[in-house]
């Protein structure tokens, strides 16, 4: 069983930064590939971005056409973290950001694909 712990969340204007973390216990966190999501009042939880794992590379990313462009996803294994770089942000990204685990090899772009979340962190963006 992992446990994942989002922080980095907070308010921030359109146009500005934050920079998300996910410190996930145990061993298992290598191996895995990881992915982030949102949750908007009202709304399904969506995918953001993912990222597999290789102890080789840095990983092969994924991204939501909504952020490509302007969010990066990253990991340290070495630290059992995976990070969310937001830059020009807007108000349409506001939501609650959960950090996820994929199914055994599978890239988590669905809820389907998960298996472990973290409990979120909120993100507010204002116009």
């Known amino acids: 069983q992992v446990q994942l712990v989002e922080s980095g969340g907070g308010l921030v204007q359109a146009g500005g930064s934050l920079r998300l973390s996910c410190a996930a216990s145990g061993r298992t966190f290598n191996i895995y590939p990881m992915g982030w999501f949102r949750q908007a009042p009202g709304k399904e939880r969506e995918f953001v971005a993912a990222?597999?794992?290789?102890?080789?590379?840095?990983?092969?990313?994924y991204y939501a056409d909504s952020v490509k462009g302007r969010f990066t996803i990253s990991r340290d294994n070495a630290k059992n973290t995976m990070y969310l770089q937001m830059n020009s942000l807007k108000p349409e990204d506001t939501a609650v950001y959960f950090c996820?685990?994929?199914?055994?090899?599978?890239?988590?772009?669905?809820?389907?694909?998960?298996?472990?979340w973290g409990q979120g962190t909120q993100v507010t963006v204002s116009s």
């Open positions: 996820a685990r994929g199914r055994s090899a599978i890239v988590p772009r669905t809820v389907d694909y998960v298996d472990s």
């Open positions: 990222i597999t794992w290789s102890a080789r590379s840095s990983g092969n990313t």
